[in-house]
């Protein structure tokens, strides 16, 4: 035969009877059902005796009272907040509709209410869904406890014990000897050997002068071909610009991010 499984939102039999129920001429059933229609408008709140509903609740929390022996505090705020919600929201329904024409301030400030009362309501069945969520939550997670294991034993050999041989004296004298400043002399890089020749820009000017004059059109790359080195290349390029800096030479671009192509412009003087 099979269990059914209780459902863990659904109050226990020992529990019914003290959730608070209402007993109308138009509704009968717990007070969150109640609030559940008002805030879907299954049931219109004009239609609900909240003198009724207050007095119930007060014979119910005596009853609570004295079954537990003190008082839910806890319940009875909230029920306060919410008949305090639930007599604004009929007090805003009661007024009179009008034309159905929204056309004062008035008006506007009377519907901006009622959606406020009906937003206010929502609000505080989400927090008690949420509070009873939460509560389930820490009931179920009451039963877990961490596991306190020490390391096992083989782990704990694998490194000998250490066993300090040195005095104090002995480690700030080592201390000292390595943090002590260093006073030998760095060491310098011979670099006599090496050979770099150096690269006149004057020259590459020179160079450059007869290429354009015997060339008249050169891109940069035709320039540079006969280049030997790099720094041959970049005394070329250096060269190139103090050519224009002085009008010189020219550029021309046929369309964006096409190749320079570079003239002489300074005339045969």
Do not use: C
């Amino acid at each position: 035969m099979a269990l059914e499984q209780a459902d863990p939102y659904e109050p226990a039999a020992a529990d019914a009877a003290q959730v608070f129920a209402v007993q109308l001429v138009n509704f009968s059933g717990p007070f969150d059902l109640l609030l559940n229609l008002i805030s879907r408008r299954e049931l219109d709140v004009t239609e609900i005796a909240l003198a009724e509903v207050t007095d119930e609740f007060i014979a119910h929390i005596r009853r609570v009272q004295a079954a537990e022996g003190q008082w839910k505090l806890d319940e009875a705020s909230e029920f306060l907040v919410v008949a305090a919600t639930l007599l604004d929201l009929k007090a805003a329904r009661l007024l009179p509709a009008g034309t159905g024409t929204v056309e004062d301030e008035a008006d506007i400030a009377v519907l901006e209410a009622r959606d406020l009362l009906f937003a206010r309501l929502l609000q505080y069945r989400a927090f008690k869904e949420m509070a009873r969520e939460l509560f389930h939550r820490f009931d179920d997670e009451a039963g877990r406890h961490p596991r306190d294991v020490p390391p096992a034993a083989e782990i704990t050999t694998l490194l000998p014990a250490l066993h300090w041989t040195s005095t104090p004296e002995e480690f700030a004298a080592l201390a000292a000897r390595v943090l002590a400043p260093r006073s030998e002399a760095p060491l310098e890089v011979e670099t006599g050997h090496l050979v770099s020749p150096v690269v006149s820009v004057s020259e590459q000017s020179a160079v450059l002068e007869e290429l354009l004059r015997a060339g008249g059109r050169m891109t940069f790359r035709q320039l540079t071909e006969d280049a030997a080195s790099a720094a041959v290349l970049v005394a070329r390029f250096l060269a190139l610009l103090e050519l224009f800096r002085d009008g010189a030479v020219s550029f021309e671009q046929a369309a964006p991010l096409d190749g320079l192509v570079v003239l002489w412009s300074a005339g045969d003087d």
